[in-house]
């Protein structure tokens, strides 16, 4: 999955220079163990990966 966004992300910034990404993370109002352990870091990773490249890239919490 990281992998396939990045490269569209790629894409996307060629084809568009000075595009910011965006990316979703869902915020619970009481996390439990199961929330942490099923809603991993995907958005964080995508942010260092874009970071790396000088991609802008914003993480926008989506509350559930």
Known sequence: VIREVVRLGEEA???YPGAV???G???FGKP???TRLLHNYIAFTLQREFHVQGVSF???PIRV
Do not use: H, T
């Open 21 to 23: 990404i965006f990316a």
């Open 13 to 15: 910034v060629e084809k």
């Open 58 to 60: 914003m993480i926008l």
């Open 32 to 34: 439990g163990i199961f």
């Open 25 to 27: 993370q869902l915020v």
